[in-house]
């Protein structure tokens, strides 16, 4: 199962999956968007309605899911966002608590609703959309970052949980990827959010759903913690120094 599966990493994960042989459940707030994936990739995808911030809905789960879809070996957490690039002393309130509820709670209770099962057949694993923004900070990623850096450590928790169990976690961590909605919802301004690519060559949904790919295809003693993918145009350009206050 994949959340955030209506666009970007999400669909293009699901494409991937399915092409891997996988059957999958493409979760998402946009029930027409997943159709239309469903009628692309056939009976091998199911579409499911969902929002990961309504808790009632993901503690349902899986069985709410059709009984043969019930017993789910993967779960990508992809669903997330960023908001905003305004430093802390200016951000939106509303839109730091969209992002945790997303990124963080979201997240954990997917993990936590679909987790029993896979432990109980000691057979599973959990993947999470984590960044390099939870790694780096940067002016402006805040929250948002911070978010990440919950994924990040929230896995190896999962790892530490999970020592002795057939049950695998890793944390996906993407720098600068375009070819998704990613910066127009950051930015809510086409322009802006073209200009963040401007002059580079991103990473594109098909690089993250090659690392998903890779990371599930491992042999089963192997664990992959963590994948930090950065396109080659990008890379942590060291601290900064404020020459201003000296
Ligand atoms: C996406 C990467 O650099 O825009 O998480 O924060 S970045």
């Known amino acids: 199962m ?5 666009a970007g990493f999400g669909q293009a994960i699901a494409h991937r999956l399915v092409a891997d042989g996988y059957r999958v459940i493409a979760a998402a707030r946009r029930l027409s968007r997943l159709e239309t994936l469903a009628q692309e990739l056939g009976d091998a995808l199911y579409p499911l309605e969902l929002d990961v911030t309504d808790f009632k809905a993901v503690r349902a789960l899986p069985q709410s ?6 017993a789910v070996d993967v779960l990508v957490n992809n ?21 945790i509820a997303t990124n963080i709670s979201g997240l954990v209770e997917m993990t936590r609703a679909l987790l029993p099962g896979m432990v109980a057949r000691n057979h599973g694993h959990v993947v999470m959309l984590g960044s390099t923004a939870g790694r780096y900070p940067y002016p402006g990623a805040n929250v948002y970052g ?14 530490s949980d999970l020592l002795g169990k057939a049950v695998r976690v890793t944390n996906v961590a993407p720098g600068l990827c375009g070819g998704s909605e990613f910066s127009l919802v950051r930015l809510r301004d086409a322009a802006l959010a073209d200009a963040v690519y ?3 060559q991103p990473l594109q949904p098909e690089d993250i759903a090659e690392a998903v790919s890779w990371v599930l295809a491992q042999p089963p003693h192997v664990n992959v913690n963590l994948i930090e993918i950065m396109p080659l ?8 120094v404020d020459r201003t206050m000296g």
């Open 146 to 159: 911070s978010t990440k850096a919950f994924v990040e450590h929230f896995t190896q928790n999962l790892r």
């Open 65 to 70: 899911l059709p009984e043969d879809w019930q």
């Open 233 to 240: 145009c990008q890379a942590s350009a060291g601290l900064a």
């Open 79 to 99: 669903a997330g966002l960023a908001l905003g690039l305004d430093r802390a002393w200016q951000a939106d309130g509303d839109d730091w608590e969209t992002m």
């Open 2 to 6: 994949g959340t955030g599966a209506s």
């Open 198 to 200: 401007d002059s580079t």
